[in-house]
């Protein structure tokens, strides 16, 4: 083969390969795991559609504190989570200082955390790394707002808003 060849081949090689797109470069960061990173204290859990309980209809973001006491015993396990916090820590653990039966009965007290679906997705799992995913309704510097379904024991499954503030 002629030396021209050998160089024109070399050349080629050189070019395509320096062109490729790196496959280990990061995906640009949306800001928001920053965002969730931190303590968290549970400002409230409100209905997130609206339901009817006991013939009258309960309009969506009413407060479950407020319609725990009619809950009978279900309503223990609301009003149980009042004061809970939360922290989502840097190394991706997370923590949760409370009762965790009614709003977290997979990942429970202790677990990790990350951002999954275009980070619009709180990706919890449990210490034994069953995987507890909820949507973030809303994020904001002091506000995290996340879907949860729970269980009011002998009331229904409900659909419910856990709305954080950034302590």
Not at 14 to 30: E, N, V, W
Not at 77 to 105: Q, R, W
Request: hydrophobic share 40%.
């Amino acid at each position: 083969m002629k030396p021209v060849y050998v160089a024109l081949i070399c050349l080629l090689f050189t070019l395509f390969s320096g062109c490729r797109k790196k496959d280990d470069a990061a995906p640009p960061s949306s800001g928001r795991r920053e965002m969730v990173e931190g303590s968290w204290k549970q400002k409230d859990l409100v209905i997130a559609v609206s339901v009817k309980l006991g013939g009258q209809n309960i309009p969506a973001g009413t407060s479950m504190m407020v319609l725990a006491p009619l809950l009978g015993p279900g309503g223990a396990l609301i009003t149980c989570t009042k004061n809970n916090t939360y922290s989502f820590n840097k190394d991706n653990t997370m923590k949760v200082a409370g009762c965790t039966e009614l709003l977290f009965p997979v990942t429970g007290n202790d677990g990790t955390w990350s951002l999954d679906i275009y980070d619009a997705v709180l990706l919890l799992k449990s210490a034994q790394g069953d995987p507890d995913p909820h949507w973030i309704d809303e994020l904001t510097d002091k506000t995290l707002k996340i879907s949860i379904t729970a269980v009011i024991p002998n009331v229904a499954t409900v659909p419910l808003t856990l709305i954080l503030e950034k302590s």
